[in-house]
């Protein structure tokens, strides 16, 4: 992806709003704002931004679970599957 086709100025985006966002959610690419000339947002199109949230809580899932590691903060998984069989049948 090269972000340097993507980079345009706040006043081209307010004149061709709707043309933006066909474009973005077409090409699933997003697009730098700048303001004043420097960099100020990104706009990117609802499926990458969903894509993008669900890796982010994926990771930390594997964050916790690599950090409870290194804390020896581990269960073996029969005595997982026992409390797991227990909490149900107490249901």
């Given at each position: 992806m090269r972000y340097s086709t993507q980079?345009?100025?706040?006043?081209?985006?307010?004149a061709n709003a709707a043309q933006v966002l066909r474009d973005i959610a077409q090409q699933r690419e997003p697009m730098v704002i700048t303001q004043n000339g420097e960099a100020?947002?990104?706009?990117?199109?609802?499926?990458?931004?969903?894509?993008a949230q669900e890796t982010l809580a994926l990771l930390k899932i594997l964050a916790l679970g690599n950090q409870q590691i290194e804390q020896s903060r581990i269960v073996s998984a029969v005595d997982a599957i026992a409390r797991i069989r227990q909490r149900t049948t107490k249901a």
């Open positions: 980079i345009k100025p706040i006043s081209y985006l307010k100020t947002a990104v706009i990117q199109d609802i499926a990458s931004y969903e894509d």
